[in-house]
């Protein structure tokens, strides 16, 4: 039976520094993937953002650590065997240290694919490929508080237009989600009479995310 799970007992965690690069000079074609990083100083389970040249698959995605050597790691979860060849590339370990605890409604869009039409004067039947995935994109009111030390680590973001790695815990040992993404929060209030003050605020995920049973 599929299990039903609510928007309840959902831990945001967004980045709070990133680590000095590792320089990758290596990533197999398997299942899983395997990275090449020379003394890396990764542990299992550590999270990396993934800066890639050439296997652009996997630029700008988050993974996660597992079988480590002192020279090598898997990509959790990453099946690679089908994606372009590596050119170059570096490995960066996230600190998740800033907490979201004031998301009061939350909503995705996007993640959809466009489609190219490959139709021929030979077909009676029109065909088509899929394109490019439109961005997905979450959007969410806060609890307004600009002392909140999450809020304003958004706000500092999203004036930098940079991107921040986000995590997603679905309940205590629940599935994972997690990607890279530009935030965007101006930080002002907004409601309805005698009704809570909320913010708004986006996060446009840079690619897709990567996803774990816990």
Avoid at 31 to 41: C, E, I, Q, S
Avoid at 69 to 76: A, P
Avoid at 183 to 207: L, R
Wanted: one cysteine or more; a negative charge.
């Amino acid at each position: 039976m599929t299990t039903v799970r609510k928007w309840a007992n959902v831990a945001v965690a967004m980045e709070s520094a990133l680590a000095a690069a590792d320089t990758i000079t290596g990533i197999t074609k398997a299942n899983p993937a395997v990275v090449t990083a020379t003394a890396h100083g990764l542990n299992n389970g550590d999270y990396v953002l993934l800066s890639v040249q050439g296997m652009w698959q996997l630029d700008q995605k988050v993974v996660r650590v597992a079988n480590k050597t002192t020279d090598t790691f898997e990509c959790e979860g990453v099946n690679s065997t089908s994606y372009e060849t590596f050119s170059t590339g570096s490995a960066y370990a996230i600190t998740y240290g800033t907490t979201l605890s004031s998301i009061a409604t939350i909503s995705a869009s996007g993640g959809d694919f466009d489609f190219i039409d490959t139709s021929t004067i030979h077909s009676n039947v029109k065909s088509q490929i899929p394109g490019q995935a439109n961005a997905l994109t979450y959007s969410f009111e806060n609890l307004w508080d600009m002392s909140d030390t999450a809020q304003l680590a958004m706000k500092a973001a999203s004036d930098a237009q940079s991107t921040k790695c986000f995590k997603f815990t679905f309940g205590s040992g629940g599935p994972i989600m997690v990607f890279n993404g530009y935030v965007g929060y101006a930080g002002a209030p907004t409601g309805n009479a005698q009704d809570k003050i909320t913010s708004p605020a986006v996060i446009t995920c840079y690619g897709t995310p990567t996803y774990y049973a816990s």
